[in-house]
Structure formats: C-alpha cells, structure tokens
C-alpha cells in the first residue's frame, strides 16, 4: 500500500510501473506520517527516539566523512551527489524492497508518469532477494504479449547485468521509448534455461474498467489497477449489469498489482454488507486506523473473486474484505502478499523519499504479507499458460532443442495444434504443427517458426488465454456463483 503526503492520480512508472506493489493513499500533513514520526518529519531530534545518541549524536561521523570526501578526494565532487547517495544509502540498508528514495531526475520522470498513459514494457516489478521480478503483466500489454509471467526475474536488459543495482537503476535500463526493444534474460521458477524475451516497448493506456454480461446473467466486472477514476467507472458499469437483471458478479483482480486505497476502500465500502470493517492500518507504535463499509444491508445477489499470484496490495485488500467481512468466494490462485504501507516525501529540491510506514490487515485482523490469501476454491492453470511464445528474433527449426522449443510446444498444444511432444525436440510432429499453423493463418508453410509466425502465434496465443471458452478459472468462478444464485 502506498501513501503520498500530496493527492497522486495514479501510481504507474515510465517503463515498468515503477513501483512496488503500490496502494496509494490521500492524506495531509496530519495523516499517518505525522502520527508516525511526529510533525517534524526527518527534521532532526524527533528522530533520535529512545537512542540518546541518535542522530545528532551521529553527525558528527557524517560531517566528517563529508570534509573528507570535499577536502581530500582526488576526483571531481558534486555535492548534490553525495547528499543523494547518502540517503540512497540509508533506504539501501533498510533491505526493503518497497522503500526508496529518488533523485531529482527519477522523481519527475515518476511524477510525469501520473497521466492516463505511459510508454514502455506494461509490467509491475519489485525487488525480491536482490532480482527485478515481475508481479504481473498489464493485461494486453507489451509484456503480455511477449510471455512474461508473475515471478520472472528480469537479470540482463539488452545485454546489460542489472545485478548490483537498484530497482530504480534496473528500472531505468527496462525502461524506453515506444518502439525501441528491450531484450530480456529472464529466469523462471521451474525452469533450468534462461528465457531470451523480446519486448516492443509502446504507450500503453491505462483504462482500469471493463465489464460484460455473461450467459445466464452474470456480470463481469475486470479491475487492471485501483487508480483515480477506477471506483467511479466500476460503479458506472456496475450499475450498467444490475440494470440488465444481473444475477451474480465475477470481480476479476487477476494480474491487479495494486494502486490507490482510496479507490478500493471506495469500492469496498459499497460492496462489504452491513458497515463492517474493511481493513486496519497499524504504525510502528501500534496504533490502529479501520475502515468500514457505508452499505446498510447486503447485495440481492452473489459475488466471487477472481485472483492469482500477480493480484496484490490493494487487490489483495478488495479480496479479503469481501471474503472475511461479505461471507463472498475467491476462486483462482493465491495472491502476491504484500501487506505494507509506503508513505511519500517530497523534498524541496525535487527528490522523493517513499519509506514502508505501517502494514495493513484484513478485517479479521490477518496480516498477509509474503503469504497472501488462498482462494476458496483453487483452479490449477493448465502448462500451456506458464509458456512464452516464441520470439521474433529467434528463429525455431526441425532437430533443435531448447527451452525455446519446449515453450513453442506447449503453445502449439495451447491452441489445438498438437506437436506430440513437450519435451523442448523439434521432430517432425512440431515441424508438422507449425506448418499447420502457418496453414490455416495465411503464412508461409516452411515448418520454420520465423518473425512472422513468431508475432502471429503471440496474437492467438494471448487471444486465446483471453477467451472466457480457454478461461478455467473464470469457468470455475461462473459455476460456483450459480450455485448461490437463487
């Protein structure tokens, strides 16, 4: 969860939304951060807490290293440098993947990112033990489309090693303008191969919303990201499906990394019955603040949950307030599990410092961070959904094996073509199957999978995962709202 001393309209970053699993919150000078370090934030004693040495007494260390550095070093010094590095420093060794302090430079490109579009890959990452790691694709995005999946990890960007650096550094070298290509080496759990993933970076709009209605009058509302305007198109359509008779709602969070509290506790309050509590912030210090619903009375109708492991922070808050205060369903997969709350600092000179000030809890006062909240009813994905269609600029033929081959297996199998083999060979009964492929698509019939047919089979292959008919877990979620329709 993510708090800003200043009102933000939405949390997404220049290539890969910056971030960290962010909620972001709304609040003033006497908001959680005052309540937390006191109105003099990082002013000096009120800092020292029950050290008696503290800060001041520490300073002096500091000024010293300070003069050293001025006076004695060989090279060129830029005080501004310095003064960032040492509070870099400082966040650094707090080993939190969720706080961190931006530049000048960093922090505009982050503010300037606030707008209903950004351009670059279209993926939510954070640091996890020391690795850029993918949270979740945006949904239709280039990262999508190019295979990447929750729990990547991102470890070369166009041949450059991002070990050492910081998410921000790593962000800045997945980052770039619309049509340029960041070539990716990313490791995947479960798999031994490094993955070569090419990404066409492009603007990518930030529409939060979309809602169907689906046989037997079930509406479906999809949720991509909690940002400004999110609650108020959810309820536009929400009003839209129970005006056509809707008889129970799927809400979809699959893939939701997070974004601004305000819209899901907005959301949450119409939706969890009976005024009950939605969730609890707790400081350092123990301090508690609920949220509770505003809705007198329950929904005439069944609601489920769809989740997996890129739905996070404030997905994870919508989750486990309708699932411990609505008595309603999750189906899917377990969730990421982030359950802190980052609060912003904007400094004077343009530098930013966000820092995890509090953690949040589900209405039962669960905490779920790093563990995340288990569905109801869970729905184990087929092989074909954790595979990475083949890449453009890797060409694929007859008597190769490779991770690559595997993975153009299972996307064969995926969409009906079947090779006969998922073991990574490329026999005669793969080269068969992409011929077939390559057939009934207009393509060239080589049996060799080139840029074409590489672009061509990501375009069906992402259609497909999108089909409700290929969407197990949506299946799933429909069947059991039926059983609670009356």
Do not use: C
Not at 33 to 50: C, D, R
Not at 236 to 243: A, D, F, G, I, Q
Not at 414 to 442: C, H, I, M, N, S
């Amino acid at each position: 969860m993510y708090m800003r001393g200043r009102t933000v309209a939405l949390l997404v970053v220049f290539a890969v939304l910056f971030s960290s699993l962010t909620t972001a919150a709304m609040v003033g000078d006497g908001g959680l951060l005052s309540q937390v370090m006191g109105s003099s934030f990082l002013n000096g004693t009120s800092l020292s807490g029950g050290d008696t040495q503290g800060l001041e007494g520490r300073l002096g260390k500091l000024k010293e290293s300070y003069a050293l550095i001025k006076s004695q070093y060989i090279g060129k010094v830029d005080d501004q440098k310095l003064i960032d590095g040492a509070i870099r420093g400082m966040v650094e060794s707090l080993d939190d993947p969720y706080s961190a302090y931006m530049d000048k430079k960093t922090a505009q490109q982050f503010h300037s990112s606030m707008e209903s579009s950004f351009q670059g890959i279209g993926a939510e990452v954070t640091m996890k033990k020391g690795k850029v790691t993918i949270v979740s694709p945006f949904k239709g995005s280039p990262a999508e489309k190019a295979g990447l999946r929750p729990e990547d990890q991102i470890i070369k960007v166009n041949g450059k090693s991002l070990e050492g650096m910081n998410l921000n550094e790593a962000v800045s070298k997945i980052k770039g303008p619309k049509g340029t290509k960041a070539r990716l080496e990313v490791i995947r759990p479960g798999q031994s191969d490094i993955l070569k993933i090419t990404v066409v970076r492009d603007k990518i709009p930030i529409e939060t919303v979309q809602a169907e209605m689906m046989k037997d009058k079930i509406g479906k509302i999809e949720i991509t990201q909690f940002a400004n305007d999110t609650a108020d198109d959810f309820f536009t359509e929400l009003k839209k499906l129970e005006k056509q008779g809707m008889k129970g709602l799927v809400i979809d969070v699959r893939g939701n990394p997070g974004g601004l509290l305000p819209s899901v506790i907005e959301i949450s309050e119409q939706l969890v019955p009976n005024g009950k509590r939605i969730m609890m912030t707790e400081d350092k210090t123990g301090h508690r603040i609920e949220y509770k619903s505003k809705l007198d009375g329950k929904k005439d109708y069944p609601i489920v949950v769809l989740t997996d492991k890129g739905s996070a922070s404030a997905s994870e808050i919508l989750a486990a307030a309708l699932k411990e205060a609505g008595g309603y369903k999750t189906v899917g997969q377990g969730t990421f599990g982030k359950g802190t709350v980052q609060q912003a600092k904007d400094f004077e000179d343009g530098s930013n410092l966000k820092l995890t000030m509090a953690k949040w809890l589900t209405p039962k006062g669960n905490w779920i961070h790093k563990k995340g909240i288990e569905p109801d009813v869970k729905v184990k994905l087929p092989d074909y959904y954790h595979a990475t269609p083949p890449q453009p600029d890797q060409e694929l033929k007859r008597d190769m094996t490779s991770q690559q081959v595997k993975n153009l297996q299972l996307v064969l199998d995926g969409l009906g073509y079947r090779p006969g083999r998922t073991d990574g060979y490329f026999d005669d009964k793969t080269e068969t199957a992409v011929k077939a492929f390559q057939k009934t698509k207009d393509l060239a019939v080589t049996g060799k999978v080139d840029e074409k047919t590489a672009l061509k089979m990501q375009e069906e292959f992402i259609s497909m995962l999108r089909d409700p008919k290929s969407d197990l877990q949506l299946r799933v979620a429909m069947e059991t709202l039926k059983k609670e329709i009356k």
